[in-house]
């Protein structure tokens, strides 16, 4: 890796959002996959031309909300049914009825607190450094700019080829990005 060990990227910066929807459209058609596009505002259209066609976090949110359903569930009957059976007025034992409200307020309990985990770890949050806040004028990227970065892991790297493709983006500047 002849010197490239301590490069996590190539970055371009760019003036509009058309540019960088058109950059990260190009990067993906040249073979780029490990890339990420950095702008100050969400950009219509940006995350399918990198390739991203979903996210796990409705299958997370579904399977807190079924185990917390079921645990809601479980915890009732187990309390009336084996571990306290009380005979109240001739009901039975397994009154299902009576078991809704804290079963649903559990499935939803349960739901969003995999919802909000499961976020921030797909986020990979909280993390309080990353190689690209130390790039020249990244600072613009939460007002003004926008910003791709070609990612030294992607198996297509070459740190000269990737700034000679960068270049024919028409970018405002190139910059490398350190580890």
């Not at 009336?80 to 397994?94: A, D, E, I, Q």
């Not at 450094?129 to 926008?146: E, K």
Request: glycine share 8%; with cysteine; net charge negative.
């Amino acid at each position: 890796m002849n010197g490239e060990e301590n490069l996590y990227g190539l970055m371009a910066e760019f003036d509009h959002e058309e540019e960088i929807v058109d950059a990260v459209r190009r990067a993906y058609e040249a073979g780029y996959r490990e890339m990420d596009a950095y702008t100050p505002f969400p950009v219509e259209g940006l995350a399918e031309e990198m390739g991203s066609h979903g996210t796990a976090v409705p299958a997370i949110v579904l399977t807190g909300g079924i185990i917390g359903g079921l645990g809601g569930y479980f915890m009732q009957w187990y309390a009336t049914v084996v571990s306290y059976p009380l005979n109240v007025g001739g009901r039975p034992f397994h009154s299902w009825p009576a078991y809704i409200p804290i079963t649903f307020e559990l499935t939803v309990l349960t739901a969003s607190i995999f919802a909000l985990v499961g976020m921030l770890a797909l986020n990979k949050l909280p993390e309080p450094y990353h190689p690209v806040f130390n790039a020249p004028d990244f600072d613009h990227a939460s007002q003004d700019r926008f910003f791709l970065c070609i990612e030294a892991t992607d198996p297509k790297f070459n740190k000269e080829a990737v700034r000679n493709f960068l270049e024919t983006l028409k970018p405002r500047k190139i910059s490398e990005v350190a580890k």
